[in-house]
């Protein structure tokens, strides 16, 4: 028995090209339906949080915010020129300079500065970390700056006097230390100063 409707034509097979695609299956070229929205969506939200982040720092006390910008002096003083050395011999002179991070104690100490505004900014978003805040704030703040006190007396390479050349060639070297050592001796005493009054603040 035939499976055709007598008196109707019987309806030809669509070739698979002309075939209708099936709505759930992307096409070749075309977006993937996970980009587009989740990316825009992800950018969206970080910047949601980034602005949420900022408002939240804003209402933070001041010796906080103090505490912080502390830090960031520390760490930024330790780019600019933080040992330098001037010779002067036969009528001519020449003067270099060095960043911090060429002697221990300049990148040491600049990095527990940074890592004290680091801890604090944590504790100002609610974070939650494993240490007592107000006290590791002060003594990254308080190490930071004995380092930053210690490089002014040591110096990368040693002193001309402990050289053997001495005596008067070194009277024609000038070692000493530039304006980004004393950014970070400063904003390492202040940092200490101002973590040590918010700990014992109400």
């Given amino acids: 028995m035939s499976d055709t409707t007598p008196g109707a034509e019987p309806t030809p097979e669509q070739p698979r090209s002309e075939q209708p695609a099936d709505p759930a299956t992307p096409q070749a070229g075309g977006p993937s339906p996970a980009s587009g929205p989740a990316s825009g969506w992800s950018s969206a939200e970080a910047s949601r949080q980034a602005n949420e982040a900022v408002a939240t720092l804003k209402k933070g006390n001041p010796l906080d915010l103090a505490t912080i910008g502390a830090g960031l002096v520390v760490f930024l003083g330790s780019f600019l020129p933080y040992y330098t050395v001037s010779v002067d011999a036969f009528g001519a002179s020449s003067s270099a300079s060095a960043t911090a991070w060429h002697g221990f104690f300049g990148w040491f100490g ?9 801890v604090l900014v944590l504790h100002l978003l609610s974070r939650p970390l494993p240490v007592p805040v107000r006290l590791t704030v002060l003594g990254l703040f308080a190490v930071a700056a004995l380092c930053t006190l210690l490089a002014l007396f040591v110096l990368p390479g040693g002193s001309c006097d402990d050289t053997l050349f001495g005596g008067s060639v070194c009277d024609l070297i000038d070692q000493g230390h530039g ?11 202040a940092g200490t100063a101002l973590a040590a009054l918010r700990r014992t603040a109400p």
């Fill in 179 to 189: 304006i980004g050592y004393w950014l970070a001796l400063l904003g390492s005493l």
């Fill in 110 to 118: 600049a990095l527990l500065a940074l890592a004290g505004a680091v």
